[in-house]
Nanobody
Framework: QVRLVESGGGLVQAGGSLRLSCAAS????????MGWYRQAPGKQRELVAA???????NYADSVKGRFTISRDNAKNTVYLQMNSLKPEDTAVYYC?????????WGQGTQVTVSS
């Protein structure tokens, strides 16, 4: 089983930035695609950004142009740089493979954007 630990969340004003990190143990980086997901209160968890082992990325329309996903395979870490944050970005953010493996969900990191 792989352990994923997300960090970097916090409270920020609208228009601000945060950088999330996901540290992975085990062999998760043999998996081609890694992603960042988020779950807002009362809503389903959604994939917001994904990256392949080769560095190809894709984003949900709601974050395109504002969020950037990256990975450092040597450090077994995936990052999510979030700029121009909006109140609707408020959620718990998780990382996992794409598609996700249920046993790999971590605790997530809370991001709260105030207006």
């Amino acid at each position: 089983q792989v352990r994923l630990v997300e960090s970097g969340g916090g409270l920020v004003q609208a228009g601000g930035s945060l950088r999330l990190s996901c540290a992975a143990s085990g062999s998760i980086f043999s998996i081609n695609r890694m992603g960042w997901y988020r779950q807002a209160p009362g809503k389903q968890r959604e994939l917001v950004a994904a990256i392949t082992s080769g560095g190809s990325t894709n984003y949900a329309d709601s974050v395109k142009g504002r969020f950037t996903i990256s990975r450092d395979n040597a450090k077994n870490t995936v990052y999510l740089q979030m700029n121009s944050l909006k109140p609707e970005d408020t959620a718990v953010y998780y990382c996992n493979s794409v598609p996700p493996r249920g046993s790999d969900w971590g605790q997530g990191t809370q991001v709260t954007v105030s207006s």
